[in-house]
Nanobody, 121 residues
Framework: QVQLVESGGGLVQPGGSLRLSCQAS????????MGWYRQAPGKQRELVAG???????NYVDSVKGRFTISRDNAKNTVYLQMNSLKPEDTAVYYC???????????????WGQGTQVTVSA
């Protein structure tokens, strides 16, 4: 009943910028934490940035000062603004959303389909 659809990936030169978007649709009661993960070839998936419902954020050290995560609760959408991109940022990026069930404190994690980000000269 819930689907996360990502957009905004692509090919960019080093130093360039991209903005990823991820919108949740379907039966959404309440979205708690949202985040962006990435997985590069031969590497383990890592959390890039996370944001709580109240707007508190955290980032992996390698993207601090370059990436900004934000959300629009009215649109059920999370964004990742990526500036000063480096080749090592190349990966498939996945969004996630923890969606709370009615009358409970339990959340189910949903995932987007993934979008490719390639940083190359």
């Amino acid at each position: 009943q819930v689907q996360l659809v990502e957009s905004g990936g692509g090919l960019v030169q080093p130093g360039g910028s991209l903005r990823l978007s991820c919108q949740a649709s379907g039966s959404v009661f309440r979205i708690n934490n949202m985040g962006w993960y990435r997985q590069a070839p031969g590497k383990q998936r890592e959390l890039v940035a996370g944001i709580t419902r109240g707007g508190n954020t955290n980032y992996v050290d390698s993207v601090k000062g370059r990436f900004t995560i934000s959300r629009d609760n009215a649109k059920n959408t999370v964004y990742l603004q990526m500036n000063s991109l480096k080749p090592e940022d190349t990966a498939v990026y996945y969004c996630s959303a923890d969606i709370q069930r009615p009358l409970t404190s339990y959340s189910t994690t949903y995932w987007g389909q993934g979008t490719q980000v390639t940083v190359s000269a």
